[in-house]
């Protein structure tokens, strides 16, 4: 106790509601809504216009085949046991998919989510609006967690609610619970984020606040029921995430350590500060500035830079700088020593970063000895932030050009023409089963018979079942057995060509083959097989 009264006595805390949106002037209340709505409504038609133009690929639909064809929320849990997600992205989409079950009403879901981030950050974010608007049409919110459909969208939503939030955290704190609780089950990367913001709290919870006379609430109990919320978040979360031992992707961990390794998984804060992607058709994770030796070579130096730079600055505001490493460590050490992703799960680097910017103006300050040098790096926040974001936004605005360019993945395209030639009721053999999935989703179709596993189905079972190799023989093989049994013709869809002398060997009839895309293993080929007569 003697201990928190002077380190209460060392510090100067900023208040914790110093201006509540209610009580701005109402000048300034109305120009920043007007703002950030017609930032939305720009956002909606930008955003909207790079989703109609955005075929989607297999782990886009993989989350709509699981929602759709689970028969209840218990269902649900049971298939999503092999994903390494937790459900609440798929536990949304199993009403749309009632509605419809064309994937489409997948991608306008998304679409308002990624729209109310982008409101809620113009709205509430202490940002300048240069800054609000090069982030809102830069490459995470606007392409990767806007264009592109998936369960990272509703995480960033509802930490961007976390945000409007803790200004008035000791008055909410109950709200906030319920929000982090929901977050810690839209990805494993946003539940290492509420980890670290958990933690976080609960240390200026008992360093600042706990133990003052006039503590700013009537009662200590919403906090604590907070917190156990969050908690309770944390666990369930864990435990969706805690695969059966006859998973098979990503199975192993990686816990031998190198620096090499090390510095390689500190390299990817650059990826999430720098997202500027090249004008290719494989634009997408490949990012322009990797391209050039000099920052190859500097590449490692930056990465440890920024890191040391947040530190200093948030030296004066424990709260961010808590969140800020625990966050930072704890998903680099992830990509460590399990699987180290792809641009997608980066961008949580941004996140954290943007996070706890954010929070640092109502953040209780700590007074220290050279606490000048946390001051000046603050100073340089504007200009550095600047940077990232003209990054941010030349990698959103050109991911949006080359989606909008190139064909992101072929089963869009290949499902239109199985339905135009009115060959969707036939029975079909599909391989690769990940790459077919794709093509299940837009056609509708419950039952596909997939040779890896050896079973029927959509969504893709990640189980070391299918982990064999499947030949081309026994593929042509399953699809004649499936023919004899049904007196039908088998459409066969395959991401890899058959060779010649099998297709003769077989009297198989190539179709169609739909070849070119950003995701280059889902270019598919359509080939008939007639039934014996």
């Known amino acids: 106790m003697k201990f928190l009264d002077k380190l209460s006595s060392s510090t100067a805390l900023v208040p914790l509601n110093p201006t509540p949106i209610s009580e701005q002037p109402d000048t300034s209340a109305r120009e920043n809504l007007y703002?950030?709505?017609?930032?939305?409504?720009?956002?909606?038609?930008?955003?909207?216009?790079?989703?109609?133009?955005?075929?989607?690929?297999?782990?886009?639909?993989?989350?709509?085949?699981?929602?759709?064809?689970?028969?209840?929320?218990?269902?649900?849990?049971?298939?999503?046991?092999?994903?390494?997600?937790?459900?609440?992205?798929?536990?949304?989409?199993?009403?749309l998919s009632r509605i419809s079950v064309s994937p489409i009403m997948m991608q306008v879901f998304h679409l308002l989510i990624a729209a109310t981030t982008v409101f809620l950050f113009n709205r509430y974010a202490p940002f300048n609006r240069l800054h609000k608007f090069l982030f809102s049409f830069g490459y995470f919110a606007l392409y990767e967690y806007g264009i592109v459909v998936r369960n990272y969208a509703i995480g960033l939503m509802l930490i961007t609610i976390f945000c409007v939030l803790y200004n008035q955290r000791y008055r909410r704190f109950i709200w906030i619970g319920i929000v982090l609780f929901l977050t810690c089950h839209t990805s494993v990367h946003a539940l290492i984020v509420v980890i670290a913001i958990w933690c976080g709290l609960l240390c200026e919870f008992l360093l600042f606040y706990c133990c003052k006379e006039n503590a700013p609430w009537k009662s200590i109990h919403p906090v604590w029921i907070g917190f156990t919320l969050i908690g309770i978040g944390i666990v369930t979360a864990v435990l969706q995430l805690n695969p059966p031992p006859d998973t098979g992707f990503a199975v192993g961990?990686?816990?031998?350590?190198?620096?090499?390794?090390?510095?390689?998984?500190?390299?990817?804060?650059?990826?999430?500060?720098?997202?500027?992607?090249?004008?290719?058709?494989?634009?997408?994770?490949?990012?322009?500035?990797?391209?050039?030796?000099?920052?190859?070579?500097?590449?490692?130096?930056?990465?440890?830079l920024i890191i040391f730079w947040c530190v200093l600055r948030f030296l004066k505001r424990p709260t961010s700088l808590f969140i800020y490493l625990i966050a930072t460590i704890g998903l680099l050490s992830f990509f460590y020593v399990k699987y180290g992703g792809s641009m997608r799960h980066h961008g949580f680097l941004l996140i954290t970063f943007v996070m706890t910017s954010w929070i640092y103006y109502d953040a209780p300050e700590f007074k220290f000895p050279l606490d000048i040098i946390s001051v000046y790096a603050q100073r340089c926040f504007s200009?550095?932030?600047?940077?990232?974001?003209?990054?941010?936004?030349?990698?959103?605005?050109?991911?949006?050009?080359?989606?909008t360019q190139y064909i992101f993945s072929n089963g869009k395209r290949t499902a239109e023409y199985i339905k135009a030639e009115n060959l969707e009721d036939l029975p079909m053999v599909g391989i690769t089963d990940f790459a077919i999935s794709t093509v299940v989703g837009y056609l509708g179709k419950d039952r596909i018979y997939y040779p890896q596993g050896s079973r029927y189905g959509s969504?893709?079972?990640?189980?070391?079942?299918?982990?064999?190799?499947?030949?081309?023989?026994?593929?042509?093989?399953?699809?004649?057995?499936?023919?004899?049994?049904?007196?039908?013709?088998?459409?066969?869809i395959l991401n890899r060509n058959l060779p010649d002398?099998?297709?003769?060997?077989?009297?198989?009839?190539?179709?169609?083959q739909f070849t070119g895309s950003?995701?280059?293993?889902?270019?598919?080929?359509?080939?008939?097989?007639?039934?014996?007569?």
């Open 518 to 533: 950003t995701i280059g293993d889902e270019g598919f080929r359509l080939y008939l097989l007639k039934k014996s007569l």
């Open 383 to 403: 200009a550095i932030f600047m940077v990232f974001l003209i990054f941010h936004f030349m990698g959103g605005m050109n991911s949006l050009s080359m989606d």
């Open 253 to 304: 961990w990686n816990f031998n350590f190198t620096v090499q390794r090390m510095n390689n998984m500190v390299k990817i804060i650059t990826n999430a500060l720098l997202p500027f992607t090249k004008a290719a058709m494989g634009h997408w994770g490949n990012m322009q500035l990797h391209s050039y030796p000099i920052f190859q070579k500097y590449r490692l130096l930056l990465s440890y």
């Open 35 to 95: 703002y950030a709505s017609w930032i939305t409504v720009i956002f909606l038609i930008v955003c909207g216009y790079g989703a109609m133009n955005h075929e989607m690929w297999r782990d886009e639909i993989q989350a709509w085949l699981l929602a759709r064809d689970s028969t209840s929320f218990i269902d649900l849990l049971a298939n999503m046991k092999y994903e390494g997600h937790p459900a609440l992205w798929h536990l949304c989409l199993m009403p």
């Open 501 to 512: 002398e099998l297709i003769e060997e077989n009297s198989l009839t190539l179709l169609k």
């Open 459 to 492: 969504f893709v079972r990640w189980d070391k079942a299918r982990t064999h190799g499947v030949s081309n023989e026994q593929v042509i093989e399953a699809a004649k057995q499936i023919s004899a049994e049904n007196s039908e013709d088998v459409l066969l």
